[in-house]
Each structure stands twice: as structure tokens, then as C-alpha cells.
């Protein structure tokens, strides 16, 4: 009995030149299927043919995906146009202020910026607990996606506010109650952020950064709480719950006109850091899957 | 026009855009990496199933050298094989506790 030493050689050997209505697989299939044996079977092991199908783009999109693309474009618009109406509000709109004159207009960008950072870590908290509850991969995207842009928020707003105290107080810093427990928010999302790069796209390093999401939400009443709670520098709530605004119809509308620009803005951010996070673990699971093939 | 205010203003929107710049760049470098990443995947299985057809080739001739030989089946075409896997869309985030990755479409 003769053994091929190079079976790809005996194979090509036996193989019939193509002719119209053979294909050339179905003669491959001919030289390895062994007597019995269904064609299907051997079919499924053969590598795709060496064609560019396979990585051809679909030619159609899914209607809801031309829609989320539209959805998000528009979003990015409706921020940059917002960026632009804040700008006039705040410089042209909005009256200039009797006893803290142009350093008022101020308020208009870092008193937004508080309380979408608010929002923020609401939402790392809630999507923590969902988290936990459901395991589901992606609550902890959108709780980290959220915790980095809440994060980033309460920077620029701790600097525009020292900025606004150095020209009103004087003082760049001090150790008001307000700014105290704002700089605790900071610390704690800053530090959630900074447990999440070292324990890495873990289970446990998940769970464990859920639960400092949940903790970490309650300095949050505190910090909205803290200028009524105790005697503070920092200038009470304008627009207190439950009581009637404490600004002047025009500061109030530029106010609002800040806040929906700056809130597009948060939810175009929010997007594409939760995008961010969807592709990282989709490359820690090609990572995974590559050491297994390897 | 007060110095700080335009330096708050400034801070700002200076530090918005690095930051949105910066996300757009982490964003770019990410998904490069998965694509390279995918291909290398595709590439490593494409590797292993030629091996593994090969190899099977291998050991059926020799099984099919005293059996009689087969004919030929003409007209059936060869099917392709089911879209790599790792198409755009077909990525799954897991449930955490499981100790394998989430099964990919094949």
C-alpha cells in the first residue's frame, strides 16, 4: 500500500481540471471525503474561499442603525449649537449682576456643570445596583462611562469656582462645607476611576467598584445640602426645591439655556465613552480568545 | 470684560475640547487595535482549520486506500462557510460569573 508522503501534491494530482458546472471545491471534496462519510461534514471544516465576501461591509444598513447614526450626529450638532447659545446668553442675554458685576456670568457654565456631575454619579450609582443585580457587562460600561465624564465635570467645576472665589472672596480655596464635600466627590470618583484601572476588565474588580458607586452617591445630597445644612461662603441654591427661583426671569432663561446645552453635551460624551468601553472589552475578549487559539 | 471670567470661560471650553479630543483619540486607537486584533484571530483560526482539515485529509486516504474510490459529485457548490466570527455587530458583552467567553456566531 502506497503512502503519499504529500497528500496536497497526491490531491492535486487527482484533481480534474475545473470545467463548467464542477466546482472546484466539490472536486476537493471528492479527494478527502472518505467513504461514508456526508460531504456536509467535511464541507463545514473547509476554510472559507479566498474571496473578499466575507469581509465586504453589509450593503444594506439596519434601519435602527441608520437612525442611531443620525441620532448621534444630531446630538453632537445640538451641543456644539448649544455651546454657542450658552456664549450669547451668558455674555449678551443675561444682565450684568449689581453686586458681583461681570464675575457673575460665571454661574452660567460651572453652576450646570454641578449639576450634571449630579447626574452623573446618579447614574453610576444606579447602574452599579443594576449591575450587581444583574451582572449584566454592560451597566458596568455605562456606570464607568459615566463616573469618567461626572468626574471630569467636577474638575472644571471646583476650577471655575475657585476662580470665581479668588475674584469675589479673594481667596482661591477655602474650607467652606460646599466646596469641601465637592472636593470629596472628587476624590471618591477620582479614586473609583483609579480602582477600575488596577483591578482591570475583571468580575470582581466590577463588583467591587459598583459598590464604591453606590457609597459614593451619598456625598452627593450631602454636597446639594451642605449650604443649607451649615453656615457657608458659598452662595445658597438658586433654584431651591420645593420654593420659588431666586434669580430674575433673564438670568433664569440663560440659566436653563446653559443647562440644555451643556446636558446635549453630556449625552454626546456620554455616548462615545460608552462606545469607549464597549470596544476596550471586546478587545480583552479577542485578547482571551486569541491565547486560547494560541 | 473681567480678567477671571474670560480665564473661567477659557478653562472651560479649553478643557472640554482636550477632553472630547482626547476621548476621540482613545476611541480611534481602540478600535484599530480591535480590528488588528480580529484579523489576527481570523487569521490563527483560518490556520488551525486548514491544519485540522490537512491532517484529516491525511488520515482518510489512508483509510480509503483498499476501499473503492468514490465518484465524483459534480454540480454541488461548495457552500461558504458561516461569516467569520467577530463580524461588525455579532460582539455579545457577557454575563459576569461564567467562566467561559460568550459564544460567538460562527
Known amino acids: 500500500m502506497q503512502i503519499a508522503t504529500k497528500p496536497a501534491d497526491a490531491a492535486d494530482a487527482k484533481r480534474q481540471p475545473a470545467s463548467p458546472g464542477v466546482d472546484k471545491q466539490a472536486v476537493a471534496l471528492a479527494d478527502i471525503a472518505s467513504p461514508g462519510q456526508a460531504p456536509a461534514a467535511v464541507e463545514a471544516e473547509l476554510p472559507p474561499p479566498p474571496d473578499d465576501a466575507r469581509d465586504a461591509p453589509p450593503t444594506t444598513l439596519s434601519p435602527w442603525r441608520r437612525y442611531a447614526d443620525y441620532g448621534e450626529l444630531a446630538l453632537g450638532a445640538g451641543a456644539f449649537v448649544g455651546v454657542l447659545l450658552t456664549l450669547w446668553a451668558a455674555f449678551v442675554y443675561a444682565p450684568r449682576e449689581l453686586v458681583e ?9 460651572h453652576v450646570p456643570m454641578a449639576w450634571l456631575a449630579y447626574l452623573a454619579f446618579f447614574l453610576v450609582a444606579v ?5 450587581l443585580w444583574r451582572r449584566d457587562e454592560r451597566w458596568d460600561w455605562f456606570a464607568r462611562a459615566n463616573a469618567e465624564i461626572g468626574a471630569v465635570f467636577t474638575t472644571l467645576v471646583l476650577i471655575t469656582g475657585s476662580i470665581w472665589g479668588k475674584a469675589f472672596w479673594g ?11 465637592t472636593l470629596i466627590l472628587w476624590f471618591v470618583y477620582v479614586g473609583y476611576l483609579v480602582l477600575r484601572s488596577y483591578t482591570g476588565r475583571t468580575a470582581q474588580g466590577a463588583r467591587v467598584a459598583a459598590v464604591v458607586g453606590i457609597l459614593g452617591f451619598v456625598d452627593v445630597p450631602i454636597n446639594y445640602f451642605a449650604v443649607t445644612w451649615w453656615r457657608t461662603l458659598h452662595p445658597s441654591a438658586v433654584l431651591p426645591l420645593g420654593s420659588e427661583p431666586q434669580l430674575p426671569a433673564s438670568m433664569l432663561i440663560a440659566l436653563m439655556v446653559a443647562l440644555v446645552s451643556f446636558t446635549l453635551l453630556f449625552g454626546f460624551l456620554l455616548l462615545q465613552v460608552y462606545r469607549l468601553e464597549r470596544t476596550q472589552s471586546l478587545v480583552e475578549q479577542l485578547r482571551a480568545e486569541i491565547d486560547e487559539e494560541d | 470684560m473681567n480678567g477671571y471670567l474670560i480665564a473661567a470661560y477659557a478653562v472651560l471650553w479649553v478643557g472640554l475640547l482636550a477632553y472630547v479630543g482626547w476621548v476621540a483619540l482613545r476611541v480611534r486607537g481602540v478600535k484599530s487595535e480591535a480590528e488588528t486584533l480580529r484579523d489576527l484571530l481570523d487569521d490563527l483560526r483560518d490556520r488551525a482549520t486548514r491544519a485540522r482539515v490537512a491532517k484529516r485529509a491525511q488520515v482518510t ?8 474510490q468514490p465518484t465524483p459529485q459534480a454540480g454541488k457548490a461548495g457552500g461558504q462557510s458561516a461569516q467569520g466570527a467577530n463580524a461588525p455587530g455579532s460582539f455579545k458583552p457577557t454575563k459576569h460569573g461564567n467562566s467561559k467567553p460568550a459564544a460567538r456566531r460562527k
Not at chain 1, 127 to 131: E, K, N, P, T
Request: glycine share 4%; proline share 3%; no cysteine.
Open chain 1, 171 to 181: 481667596a482661591w480655596w477655602v474650607w467652606d462645607a460646599r466646596l469641601t464635600t
Open chain 2, 61 to 68: 486516504k489512508l483509510a480509503a486506500q483498499a476501499a473503492p
Open chain 1, 101 to 109: 458685576g461681570d464675575v457673575q456670568r460665571i454661574f452660567y457654565i
Open chain 1, 127 to 131: 447602574a452599579s445596583a443594576l449591575y
